[in-house]
């Protein structure tokens, strides 16, 4: 039997505070708040989802054990960089770039705990 479509649809981000993560995320950084529920006492799950994004993430109380700031190497893809440099930067996101490189126009930022995210342009292809 043949594979036909696995499709990453929500990833987990350690953090340490989820209400200023939520608010960087949806205020700063742009992202649609999905779900915020309080599951009991010791789980509760917040699901965002950048614009257009088939793949959300989600973090909260109880749902990881990995340390808060240590997810690394995030990456969404981005119409043009300079305008998401431009967002970011006016949000208040501590963003740098934008990197030329030879497989596309990067930016890069941190949230509050230092989870490291990339958004790159692809090259143009011919």
Known sequence: MAI?????????IPVTDVDRAKA???DQVGFIADHDQRVSETLRFVQLTPPGSAC??????????MEPGSQR??????Q???DALAHLQ????????VADLAWGR??????P?????????LPKRD
Not at 56 to 65: H, P, Q, Y
Not at 106 to 111: A, E, H, K, N, Y
Not at 113 to 121: C, K, M, P, R, V
Request: cysteine-free; hydrophobic content about 45%.
């Open 56 to 65: 959300s993430i989600a973090f909260g109380e109880g749902l990881t054990d």
């Open 24 to 26: 960087f995320y949806v």
């Open 90 to 97: 006016e949000n208040g996101v501590a963003a740098e770039g």
């Open 113 to 121: 705990d230092g989870n490291a995210w990339s958004l790159q342009e």
């Open 106 to 111: 990067f930016v890069t930022f941190s949230d």
């Open 73 to 78: 190497g995030l990456q969404i893809v981005v």
């Open 80 to 82: 043009n960089a300079d």
């Open 4 to 12: 036909t479509d696995w499709r990453i649809e929500l990833i987990i």
